[in-house]
């Protein structure tokens, strides 16, 4: 790991800055991250591809968030305002959990209904 300095434009930045493949075919990332103090820290990760199949169960639940999303995005105004009140009233809460996001709760929302069916 690396001490990183970026310029001040640059404070905040953080993910996948490059991937690289290497002459054996193998693949690696050089990420960046940076911390709620603004520590940032570089390193070079080995990238492996997954090993196991999905399984029924991962794919009907990323089509439950891909629903939940898609939900989202349809939303009118009037719809997003009325949950915002219900989300405000909640105390930003949902079901135990807090939710920064109006985005995050409705997603919430949608997808513990679609499970209890």
Request: one cysteine or more.
């Given at each position: 790991?690396?001490?990183?300095?970026?310029p001040d434009?640059?404070?905040?930045v953080?993910?996948?800055?490059?991937?690289i493949?290497?002459?054996?075919g193998?693949?690696?990332?050089?990420i960046?991250?940076?911390s709620k103090?603004?520590?940032?820290?570089?390193?070079?990760?080995e990238?492996?591809?997954?090993s196991?199949k999905?399984t029924?169960n991962?794919i009907r639940?990323?089509?439950?968030f891909?629903?939940?999303?898609?939900?989202?995005?349809?939303?009118?105004d009037?719809?997003?305002?009325?949950?915002?009140?219900?989300?405000?009233?909640?105390n930003?809460c949902?079901?135990?959990?807090?939710?920064?996001t109006l985005?995050?709760?409705?997603?919430?929302?949608?997808?513990?209904?679609?499970?209890?069916?």
């Amino acid at each position: 790991m690396a001490k990183v300095e970026f310029p001040d434009y640059m404070k905040n930045v953080s993910g996948t800055l490059k991937t690289i493949t290497l002459n054996d075919g193998t693949k690696r990332k050089i990420i960046v991250t940076c911390s709620k103090s603004g520590k940032q820290r570089l390193y070079i990760r080995e990238y492996k591809p997954r090993s196991t199949k999905i399984t029924e169960n991962e794919i009907r639940q990323r089509n439950i968030f891909a629903d939940a999303a898609s939900y989202y995005k349809n939303l009118s105004d009037e719809q997003k305002k009325a949950y915002q009140k219900q989300w405000k009233k909640n105390n930003y809460c949902f079901n135990g959990k807090k939710y920064v996001t109006l985005r995050g709760y409705i997603v919430a929302s949608f997808i513990k209904s679609k499970t209890l069916l």
